[in-house]
């Protein structure tokens, strides 16, 4: 039995350096993941002249911004005009520090935050943005809600399946790794719904809204965040479950090898 048991402390080592591999890769996307969801640069406006657009007539379009009772349409607008940007949760301008009527133009710029609130996140969306009687954007309603659920999911299955994991490494077996693997495949689903559902939400936006000729518009780096979360997730389950299941194997192999 010695070759077989040489044999099979490599292999024993082989798992151990996968499942290694997948714990890393778990962490990464998860701290990929929180990051993303946490920060506004999911995307961002930008506008060649700033300060031109923050005078005296869009002092007014920021003091709409951040007002409680700004629709769809004016803060989008503001966003244009003062180099927004938006992340899943907040929606930041950036305006003069002295933004009085009888103060001149500045260069020195500060950023305004608001934050969506739950009802913001699952507030109806409609066909012309801003104006409630044109009736419900059914896939702009669904897809903005989504884009709120989708990461809470996935980062949940996530925890759940480092929760499995722990509990086998007590038991001190592969085999309910499969069952963390999974989880990590559905929680990149997850992850891969919410970047789909979020570039589609914004080119319907900006279908409804087209972005002025001096706006530039671009995914920021909290997008990009949520984008390599996804394959990390997918690597990591293929790991996970690879082990359980080549593990699984080899002990019945060697199972019915010693029993023979």
């Given at each position: 039995?010695?070759?077989?048991?040489?044999?099979?402390?490599?292999?024993?080592?082989?798992?151990?350096?996968?499942?290694?591999?997948?714990?890393?890769?778990?962490?990464?996307?998860?701290?990929?993941?929180?990051?993303?969801?946490?920060?506004?640069?999911?995307?961002?406006?930008?506008?060649?002249?700033?300060?031109?657009?923050?005078?005296?007539?869009?002092?007014?379009?920021?003091?709409?911004?951040v007002s409680e009772e700004a629709d769809?349409?004016?803060?989008?607008?503001?966003?244009?005009?003062?180099?927004?940007?938006?992340?899943?949760?907040?929606?930041?301008?950036?305006?003069?520090?002295?933004?009085?009527?009888?103060?001149?133009?500045?260069?020195?710029?500060?950023?305004?935050?608001?934050s969506f609130s739950l009802s913001d996140?699952?507030?109806?969306?409609?066909?012309?943005?801003?104006?409630d009687n044109s009736g419900t954007d059914?896939?702009?309603?669904?897809?903005?809600?989504?884009?709120?659920?989708?990461?809470?999911?996935?980062?949940?299955?996530?925890?759940?399946?480092?929760?499995?994991?722990?509990?086998?490494?007590?038991?001190?077996?592969?085999?309910?790794?499969?069952?963390?693997?999974?989880?990590?495949?559905?929680?990149?689903?997850?992850?891969?719904?919410?970047?789909?559902?979020?570039?589609?939400?914004?080119?319907?936006?900006?279908?409804?809204?087209?972005?002025?000729?001096?706006?530039?518009?671009?995914?920021?780096?909290?997008?990009?965040?949520?984008?390599?979360?996804?394959?990390?997730?997918?690597?990591?389950?293929?790991?996970?479950?690879?082990?359980?299941?080549?593990?699984?194997?080899?002990?019945?192999?060697?199972?019915?090898?010693?029993?023979?």
């Open positions: 039995l010695f070759p077989y048991s040489s044999k099979g402390a490599m292999m024993d080592n082989r798992f151990a350096t996968a499942l290694v591999i997948a714990c890393v890769l778990s962490l990464i996307s998860t701290i990929y993941m929180a990051a993303s969801i946490g920060t506004d640069f999911w995307y961002e406006y930008h506008t060649l002249s700033p300060a031109e657009n923050v005078s005296e007539a869009g002092r007014s379009i920021w003091e709409e911004f769809e349409k004016t803060y989008t607008d503001a966003l244009f005009r003062c180099n927004g940007t938006v992340g899943l949760w907040r929606r930041c301008i950036t305006v003069p520090k002295n933004s009085h009527w009888y103060s001149p133009p500045e260069t020195d710029m500060t950023t305004k935050c608001i996140q699952f507030m109806e969306k409609y066909i012309e943005p801003g104006n059914l896939n702009r309603t669904y897809l903005w809600r989504l884009q709120f659920l989708l990461p809470f999911v996935s980062l949940g299955l996530m925890c759940f399946g480092a929760l499995i994991g722990l509990c086998a490494c007590a038991c001190r077996s592969l085999y309910p790794a499969i069952a963390t693997g999974v989880l990590h495949f559905l929680a990149g689903l997850c992850t891969l719904g919410l970047v789909g559902c979020y570039v589609a939400g914004i080119e319907l936006l900006h279908k409804k809204l087209p972005l002025p000729d001096d706006v530039r518009g671009e995914f920021g780096w909290s997008f990009c965040l949520a984008c390599v979360s996804a394959p990390l997730q997918f690597m990591a389950a293929a790991l996970f479950i690879w082990a359980a299941r080549t593990n699984r194997k080899e002990f019945t192999l060697l199972k019915a090898y010693r029993v023979a």
